[in-house]
């Protein structure tokens, strides 16, 4: 190994350094490459450096000339940094042989005397290339035990130095020996088979000294520690864990070898590939049967606890409760218990007891575990009932629990193994006989502040809640006592505290707790989830009894403060939903308790249904919650006419429809059952037929449209225009068409028949044709190119009926009489025609959509040729226009045309006593120039006789806008006209005016 520090150092350089130090008088330091170099006098580079005579260059050498360096690797011995021990080592394959050899006179001396020799030499630890040749000389010497027990003070020593760390010289000798180093630790296991007690202590405490590795006392030069880690990595892989447990059953006559064996598998069972090994050889079951026995230490209970608690968090749960379900473990379990329930005193018994309840609580979720045969179910409802019931049984005879955290546990571990228990049905004659409704009920009452309890009142709190808990699961099993001990009644009262205004400081700790802090809505939900529980059963004689203690109106007025007072928390939504819940169990099927629902608990489903969509992806329950209001919706209010006309009334249907068309997947179903339900009622569909939903949709193209997203989903085959494409298998879906027909009972189902309760088309043809398919408003052409399988869904599903009947006798191989055959024949082939019926129909309507789609446009361009003629029409009497300003002949020509216009208008004959006014306005000779200038035109005599026409231009008003000159040239025209014909005729009557004047005057004077 080179030293950081060694350096190369070029003579001429240190030659100069001592030179100059010994020049100026001081101590001159010990120079690096002298206290580093050791070099041989027949070294070349040393006779030809200079720094071989001490001296500096000669003054006389070739300023070029570049003297020769010498070059020396450092190593941590040359340094003195390599303290510690040297190590030596020894022919391991001679001591190999020596031990092969025929035994002789002196050989066991020799043999003796040579592994001495090599125990003294690895006294500081084994290194990893030689471990396997040690490991066999063990192994060799073991052999020789049974013969020759002088062996065995040899093989304890190497045990003792394999208790040491391992050493390994390079990096990579980890990964260089490993399979060699797993192999031979495997073998390490086979020392316990021998039948020495020295010997199997002091293999477990080497297995134990893996897991607890200290540094060594002495370096060995030019090794390194390994780790601990390494050395569990070659047990692991060596299968060690696996050889001990299979040599379990050696160890049995002696505690202390199986207390130093548990030890071992204690730590051996914090891997999970050591657990995996222990269970492939049965160490649950083997561990658990020995529970029992005796041991004044308790060590071996409490190490087998724990070896089991590994086994259960890093193995297969499954197998270890196998191993476990046999009667011997849980006998030995069932006496441990008992021991330490009604002798333990200390923590530490209080804890273990409670270890071990726990154990066996996951063995009793084994329905085939003999719980009951070996007595352990009987023991631990005596234990968890006591308390509260008075017993006579001697075990339990003057035995209490204290409020201490221990005893609190094992109160909850008790009350959740019931709940394990009675998933057994033959429990149940044992929680009669331990009277465990009783005992539960007796939390479920008010809790009184100044009475003196045995439990703290946060402990109590969390009893109470689990007791209730527990209650929801053991109740329905045991109705006959439920309702001895007035259940119902207790369970109303307890709802009434629940819901009153009486101030409880709930702490809301324990699981059962959760979002009742502060309050008693963990209590509102455990006893309502417990109603819920009765209520479920369809027993007549509990609900009748809850009926007649006014259940219906206390829960619906517990609904009405859930929904008014109380903050829409996810614990009040679940309250919500279990209470419609009850309420659909109490009124099913009975008119009398829907009449007691009233209108008073439609308001509030009506209410309820007016929940805000956006609230459905907030996690809080709104989903349930609308579950469980349409639920109550369908057993309340359906059946009881007076009810369904208040619905109908209060736009109920409206609701109903604005939630259908939110189109979630998980709703449909249901509300369309209800919209089936509700079409029987003759009021409904006008409901149906007058709403309205977004765009002006009608409730007819709704339940069209949701018809072609199922069947999309389904796979059923249609064209781009939604056509039929298979008239034999019109409805047919893609997985109908990929199972296969199988031969089943006449019971069973066919695939067919199961298709009409899994998807929704069945309940749209049901609505659909109570609402009358000819009357339909607001459909398209597609719509009722859909409308026609609609209409036509039972015919094509009896068809497909039959095509599966026939299917399945061929695949029976039944060959049906001739007159059966031609009735399938017939009915096959009416299927099919009634398909091509439809498909023929759907192209009609769509040719017919087509066609009236190209009348359309044409009417579209029509309009659109009739606009481009009008501009044309305006650009030619533009045109004319531009053509009488600029031209005198073209306007010429119009004022004779016009006037010949005028003249054909005018009648050929007068009626007598007709007033005729002239049309023509003498003078008026008036148009507007290009640049916008109006200037008039008359016609002058000249002095040679010639006439001329003059223009007189004026400038054109200043209020005129330029882009409007081309457009009002016309309308100037025009309204001069008019202004001259206005002016004309006032005239003529300030004339006639006159003339009756004078006619008048000469009258009176005549």
Known sequence: MLHPHAQRLSASAQGKKEWKSQGSGRKSRPRLASSLAVTSPDDPLAALSPEAAGGKPKSGSSPRHIPVVRLKVVTDMDLGLAQGVQFKTMDLNSIIGLLEKQPKDDLEERQLQSIKMMVQCYQNGFPLRDLAQIFKIMSLCSEKIEKQPVFLEIVCEILKLCRLPFLKKKTSDEITYAKEISEAVSHLGDLIKIPNSELRIQLCKCIVD????????????????????????????????????????????????????????????????????????????????????????????????????????????????????????????????????????????????????????????????????????????????????????????????????????????????????????????????????????????????????????????????????????????????????????????????????ETFFSQG????????????????????????????????????????????????????????????????????????????????????????????????????????????????????????????????????????????????????????????????????????????????????????????????????????????????????????????????????????????????????????????????????????????????AEDFVTLCVIHRYLDFKTGEIWNEINEELKVERFRPISTDKEILDSITVASENIGKMVATLQNEMVESQRSQDIQSEQKAYTKLRATHRQKDMANKSWAKFLSRTSNAKALKKAKKLQEKAIESSRPKEYPQNAIIHPTDIKGLNITESSDGKVFSTKLEQKTDGRSTLKKAFKDPPPQQDISMKHVNQESLTRNVLTDTLEAQTKKLKKKTTKDNQITTKNTKST
């Open 509 to 780: 700790n324990s699981f059962h707790g959760t979002g009742g802090r502060g309050n008693k809505f963990a209590q509102m939900r455990y006893t309502v989830r417990l109603l819920r529980a009765m209520v479920s059963l369809g027993n007549d004689v509990v609900n009748q009894d809850l009926c007649d203690h006014g259940a219906i109106n206390q829960l619906i007025g517990i609904l009405k403060t859930t929904v008014i007072k109380l903050k829409e928390e996810a614990i009040v939504l679940e309250i919500k939903s279990d209470i419609l819940l009850i309420l659909s169990g109490v009124c099913e099927n009975n008119n009398q308790r829907k009449e007691l629902f009233g209108n008073e608990g439609v308001d509030m489903i009506l209410h309820l249904m007016k929940i805000d969509p956006k609230k459905f992806q907030s996690g809080l329950g709104y989903k349930r919650l609308l579950f469980s209001t349409l639920d109550s919706l369908w057993c309340c209010i359906l059946g009881c006419y007076s009810l369904e006309d208040y619905f109908l009334e209060k736009d109920g249907i409206f609701l109903l429809l604005d939630l259908l068309a939110l189109n979630q997947k998980n709703f449909c179903n249901l509300i369309l059952g209800i919209m089936v339900e509700f079409c029987d009622n003759p009021k409904t569909s006008v409901h149906v037929n007058t709403w309205r939903g977004k765009k002006d949709q009608t409730a007819a193209n709704l339940l069209i449209k949701l018809w072609r997203e199922e069947e999309k989903d389904l796979g059923v085959k249609r064209d781009k225009d939604g056509k039929i494409i298979d008239a034999k298998k019109p409805l047919i879906t893609t997985f109908q068409e990929e199972q296969k027909i199988i031969p089943a009972p006449p019971s069973c189902p066919t695939t067919s028949i199961m298709e009409v309760s899994e998807n929704i088309r069945a309940k749209i043809y049901a609505v659909l044709g109570k609402l009358d398919f000819e009357n339909l408003p607001g459909l398209s």
């Open 210 to 501: 893996f897991y607890h590795a200290e540094p060594l006392k002495k370096q060995i030069a030019g090794y390194q520690q390994v780790s601990s880690t390494y050395k569990i990595q070659m047990i692991e892989s060596g299968g060690l864990a696996e050889i001990l447990v299979l040599s379990w059953d050696l160890l049995q006559a002696e505690l202390i070898e199986k207390l130093w064996l548990l030890k071992t598998l204690q730590h051996l069972s914090t891997s999970e590939i050591n657990c995996n090994l222990m269970i492939k050889a049965l160490a649950a079951n083997k561990i658990c049967s020995c529970l029992n026995n005796p041991d004044p230490s308790g060590q071996l209970l409490f190490r087998s606890s724990e070896i089991l608690w590994n086994l259960l968090e890093k193995s297969s749960k499954e197998e270890i409760i196998k191993q476990l379900s046999h009667l011997e473990c849980l006998l030995a379990l069932k006496e441990v218990f008992k021991n330490l329930f009604t002798k333990g005193y200390r923590h530490y018994d209080r804890q273990l007891r409670n270890d071990i309840l726990v154990i066996t609580t996951i063995i009793a979720q084994n329905p085939g575990a003999p719980m009951i045969e070996s007595g352990f179910t009987r023991v631990l409802i005596l234990f968890a009932t006591f308390n509260e019931v008075k017993s006579q049984d001697p075990l339990v005879k003057g035995l209490k629990l204290s409020n201490s955290y221990e005893d609190f546990e094992l109160k909850k571990l008790l009350f959740n193994i019931i709940v394990v228990l009675c998933r057994d049905l033959p429990t149940v004659q044992l929680l009669i006989e331990g009277k465990t409704v009783e005992a539960l009920f007796s939390y479920v009452k008010k809790t009184e502040r100044h009475k003196v309890i045995e439990w703290s009142a946060a402990q109590h709190e969390e009893l109470q809640l689990h007791a209730i808990a527990t209650l929801a699961s053991v109740a329905p099993l045991l109705i006959d006592d439920y309702l001895a001990c007035n259940g119902n009644s207790r369970i109303l009262m307890f709802l009434e505290w629940c819901v009153n205004e």
